[in-house]
């Protein structure tokens, strides 16, 4: 049954006596199994006879709507699937969620391969635990495109990383939905010794044959904390083991120009960040087709800051200084962004690079920093700035921390310090000239996607 989150004001829905904390369980005699089935019934006709509950299921009641046409029906649901999250049946090696400590945030620990949030929010899924129904729902509704975690097409070794005998199926099951004409997004976990080097280029063989329903191929290395007790003993890439990954991928693509798959493969920022080499231009991500997975996302970030840099005066009109906040391969990522900055008249900026003790030292992005790492380190570290700039990549949409710390937890843990949130390049520079580009007001409160990384 669909819970019903929010009505909003003025909608058919609020006329029609909807409210937060009803349940609909069913739309035109129809159960809503997700959020899909929701937009299809309700898009499909301006009469709608809604089932609605009270908190005894068999307390119910009919409502019927109509709307004008074109309008929805008003409310927001409490999530996109109401039937049962579709779990993971994998046992992966290097599953990050395998690897979290224990006062992770409870929400890290739920491992789900539901082919609905691949769908509609682009998380990757495996397939592996996908029903007759489940394909046949997606071929006959057109849930296209999908995100799909490959690693490898080595069905053996697919079968071993994946700690799954169905896993070692998926270029059947790949060929079978392009053939089905649905088209997805890629990805691939490399790990050193087990689907790098000549795992990878026949990796990328196979998939150069499902030509155009690849939409893109993201090439990221694997996660590591230091909490992986009776885990399998993996390793992070090296620079120069990185370096040859690039290499590897770039080589492909020279010898295979003529393939769909050769213009749409993206390797991680990471792999160019650890090794020094430079980022790409934008040219090089086309339209971002992996930015959720973090890919591209340095580019982007960079880009921005120079657009919106261009707005902004040359100097001060008065002194400040400012501690920016970021995780390690942040710190690499916004450098020359910081370099500008420090070279404006009457600016300091301060790197403050938390070392991330709750994960482990190998996880060094800025998103997966915990709150109690950047308190420790702000408390533990004198600085002398005005102002500290904490990334708002840091909280989730729920405004929580990896290890559960909300927005006024932080501030209230650093007595003393004047702290803001920020989210993208924009919003720092509204903070370093105390206004917005063309004048105004700085807006208050939360300026962090510029230290995703």
């Known amino acids: 049954m669909v819970e019903i989150k929010r009505v909003i ?107 609905r949030f691949s769908f509609l929010q682009g998380s990757f899924i495996t397939l592996t635990n996908l029903t007759s129904e489940d394909r046949q729902r997606i071929v006959q509704e057109r849930l296209s495109p999908l995100y799909i975690s490959v690693h490898t097409t080595n069905p053996d070794l697919r079968a071993e990383i994946m700690g799954n005998p169905e896993a070692a199926s998926i270029m059947k099951d790949l060929k079978f939905l392009a053939g089905s004409g649905i088209s997805f997004h890629l990805q691939l976990v490399l790990i050193p010794g087990y689907n790098e080097k000549e795992e990878l280029e026949r990796t990328l063989n196979d998939l150069a044959g499902l030509e155009e329903a690849v939409l893109s191929l993201g090439i990221v290395p694997v996660g590591l904390t230091s909490h992986r007790e009776n885990l399998p003993e993996l390793e992070s890439f090296t620079p120069r083991q990185a370096g040859q990954v690039l290499k590897r991928i770039e080589n492909w693509q020279k010898e295979n120009q003529e ?140 405004g929580l921390t990896l290890d559960g710390y909300d927005r006024a937890e932080i501030i209230e843990a650093l007595p003393g310090k004047e702290i803001k949130f920020c989210e993208g390049p924009g919003e720092l520079l509204e903070v370093v000239f105390d206004e917005k580009a063309g004048g105004g007001n700085i807006r208050q409160a939360e300026c962090g996607k510029i230290n995703a990384l």
Do not use: H
């Open 259 to 398: 393939t769909w798959l050769a213009g749409s493969i993206y390797p991680a920022d990471e792999f160019f960040l650890i090794t020094g080499s430079k980022i790409p231009d934008e040219e090089y991500y086309d339209d971002y087709p992996q930015l959720e997975n973090g890919i591209g996302l340095t580019r982007l970030l960079r880009n921005n800051y120079w657009k919106a840099r261009k707005q902004y005066p040359e100097r001060l009109s008065a002194r400040k200084s400012l501690a920016l906040v970021t995780g390690k391969l942040g710190n690499q990522a916004l450098k020359p962004l910081t370099t500008d900055l420090n070279g404006i008249p009457g600016l300091k900026v301060e790197d403050i690079q938390v070392e991330n003790r709750f994960l482990g030292e190998q996880v060094t992005v800025t998103g997966l920093l915990a709150g109690e790492d950047i308190i420790q380190t702000l408390q533990q570290k004198e600085i002398s700035a005005d102002l500290v700039i904490l990334p708002d990549i840091i909280f989730n949409d729920a």
């Open 9 to 115: 004001p003025g909608s058919p829905a609020e006329k029609a006596g909807l409210e937060a904390g009803l349940t609909i369980k069913s739309i035109n005699g129809r159960k809503i199994r997700d959020y899909i089935d929701y937009l299809g019934e309700v898009s499909t006709s301006p009469w709608l006879e809604l089932k609605v509950c009270q908190q005894d299921p068999e307390n119910c009641r009919k409502i019927y709507i109509n709307r004008e046409a074109g309008s929805g029906l008003g409310i927001e649901p409490d999530g996109i699937v109401y039937d049962g999250l579709k779990r993971c049946c994998n046992n992966c090696i290097f599953c990050f969620l395998d690897q979290q400590p224990e006062k992770v945030r409870k929400s890290l620990t739920i491992k789900d391969d539901d082919y």
